[in-house]
């Protein structure tokens, strides 16, 4: 099972992608991941990547999509058999992007046997996103909506002191928002016009519902 989950900043992809990686034995992969992974070890992509991210650029479609190539085909990380199928989460982000994946899918024999989208109102993304906090001693992830300490500003575990991202601004936010629907959105589009099945799936639910929608959509 070759499977694409797509949705907006804060709609639960990587929670999801976890847990389908995990029940079905297959690797999740994050292209953030890979790219730091490569990054670290040195890789001569790797390489490549860190030039762009030094000077911070975006890293090309060529250099990301080579990462992916590795992992699909044994040359690179990745946990799971790959064998058995995959979780792409946070890439393709464009059209052009699609294209590429597409035809390094087709080249390698790999295609894709469906597309997930999980759907999540802009506004409840706001309030997941700016209203997230990260303890900056043990790494522990709170919601100040959601799920808050105990203690206003102190982590739970530790008790240290609970920080804002930058990218989680409230403003910040809604620009991720925007660039999302302008770049990829489109990329929903494409996929349904293409061979490969697309499901929607309400993310806007506990994380427990959300898994059992997808799983019914991947088994039935």
Same mark, same amino acid.
């Given at each position: 099972?070759?499977?694409?989950?797509?949705?907006?900043?804060?709609? @639960?992809?990587?929670?999801? @992608?976890?847990?389908?990686?995990?029940?079905? @034995?297959?690797?999740?992969?994050?292209?953030?991941?890979?790219?730091?992974?490569?990054?670290?070890?040195?890789?001569?992509?790797?390489?490549?990547?860190?030039?762009?991210?030094?000077?911070?650029?975006?890293?090309?479609?060529?250099?990301?999509?080579?990462?992916?190539?590795?992992?699909?085909?044994?040359?690179?990380?990745?946990?799971?058999?790959?064998?058995?199928?995959?979780?792409?989460?946070?890439?393709?982000?464009?059209?052009?992007?699609?294209?590429?994946?597409?035809?390094?899918?087709?080249?390698?024999?790999?295609?894709?046997?469906?597309?997930?989208?999980?759907?999540?109102?802009?506004?409840?993304?706001?309030?997941?996103?700016?209203?997230?906090?990260?303890?900056?001693?043990?790494?522990?992830?709170?919601?100040?909506?959601?799920?808050?300490?105990?203690?206003?500003?102190?982590?739970?575990?530790?008790?240290?002191?609970?920080?804002?991202?930058?990218?989680?601004?409230?403003?910040?936010?809604?620009?991720?928002?925007?660039?999302?629907?302008?770049?990829?959105?489109?990329?929903?589009?494409?996929?349904?016009?293409?061979?490969?099945?697309?499901?929607?799936?309400?993310?806007?639910?506990?994380?427990?519902?959300?898994?059992?929608?997808?799983?019914?959509?991947?088994?039935?």
């Amino acid at each position: 099972m070759n499977l694409l989950l797509l949705g907006a900043p804060g709609a @639960g992809k990587g929670t999801q @992608g976890a847990l389908i990686a995990e029940r079905y @034995g297959i690797p999740k992969i994050s292209t953030g991941d890979l790219l730091r992974e490569a990054v670290r070890e040195g890789t001569p992509l790797g390489q490549q990547a860190k030039s762009y991210m030094d000077a911070g650029e975006l890293v090309p479609d060529e250099v990301v999509l080579g990462l992916i190539r590795e992992v699909l085909t044994g040359g690179g990380t990745g946990d799971g058999e790959v064998g058995r199928g995959f979780v792409l989460d946070g890439f393709p982000r464009t059209v052009r992007q699609a294209e590429g994946l597409d035809r390094l899918l087709d080249e390698i024999g790999k295609p894709l046997d469906a597309v997930v989208v999980i759907s999540v109102p802009d506004e409840v993304l706001v309030r997941r996103l700016s209203g997230r906090r990260t303890c900056a001693e043990c790494g522990a992830v709170y919601n100040v909506y959601l799920e808050p300490p105990r203690t206003p500003g102190r982590c739970d575990r530790c008790g240290g002191a609970l920080v804002e991202r930058a990218d989680d601004a409230a403003a910040t936010v809604r620009r991720r928002l925007e660039v999302y629907h302008e770049q990829t959105e489109p990329v929903i589009a494409y996929y349904e016009r293409s061979r490969t099945p697309v499901y929607r799936v309400d993310g806007d639910r506990p994380v427990d519902e959300v898994q059992r929608a997808i799983v019914g959509i991947l088994e039935s």
